[in-house]
């Protein structure tokens, strides 16, 4: 892949306003370019990770695991998405281990070029941590939904926040198992919720889709609290 696609990028990046053009030049080219096949992990939890990523095509997920090896999904990233700001920054193990749902191009970005930035662009630091302070408030949320949601509340807010007129195009990944650990619980219970909601007439769902078909429905299914 050549660095010229990833300058560009970064050009974009609201984490870099303000850089100088060789700045970003030099970043660019420190950058090493990853293809990671399907289910590769990008990194495991408690390593430690030199590197900024960038996500330039695919799909991952991030997930913590128990010691009985139950997993929780604490979030998918998109193409066109950075993360690991807390290894490169805190020189700290990774929280949690990140797996290619689907193959996936990865630019890698020294720790090294990125305090250079830093320590020539002060502004930089204060920009990435506002960045980290956007996923943090992303956990709490995550974490209070878990506490305070049913799985059927969880499982409604999610087709609501995820739809586009009302259906949702599911790719390869998609399936139970990991919509069951993005929703904190396992694939026999959410099972369960999708064939009662297909029987009361909310949701429509095959191999393609998911298809709301009753939004209003849904809605008063996201607003139940667990006791």
Avoid: C
């Amino acid at each position: 892949m050549h660095i010229d696609i990833l300058l560009k990028r970064l050009q974009s990046f609201e984490f870099l306003r303000g850089l100088d053009s060789a700045s970003l030049q030099r970043l660019a080219e420190s950058a090493v370019w990853k293809v990671f096949p399907p289910n590769a992990v990008v990194f495991w939890e408690g390593n430690v990770e030199a590197h900024l990523f960038y996500l330039h095509y695919g799909s991952l997920k991030v997930l913590k695991s128990s010691p009985d090896g139950r997993a929780q999904v604490l979030r998918f990233i998109d193409a066109g998405e950075i993360f690991n700001e807390i290894g490169v920054l805190a020189k700290r193990p990774s929280p949690a281990t990140a797996i290619a749902l689907e193959e996936s191009g990865i630019w890698l970005i020294p720790r090294r070029a990125l305090e250079e930035v830093i320590q020539s662009h002060p502004q930089t630091a204060l920009q990435i941590i506002a960045n980290m302070a956007d996923k943090i408030i992303e956990l709490v949320t995550l974490a209070a939904d878990l506490s305070l949601k049913t799985v059927e509340a969880r499982f409604a807010q999610l087709l609501l926040e995820q739809t586009e007129g009302n259906v949702i195009e599911r790719r390869r990944w998609t399936n139970q198992t990991e919509l069951a650990a993005r929703l904190g619980t396992v694939p026999d219970v959410l099972s369960r919720v999708i064939r009662e909601w297909t029987k009361a007439g909310l949701i429509e769902m095959d191999k393609q889709q998911i298809r709301i078909l009753d939004r209003n429905g849904l809605e008063a299914r996201a607003m139940n609290r667990g006791e």
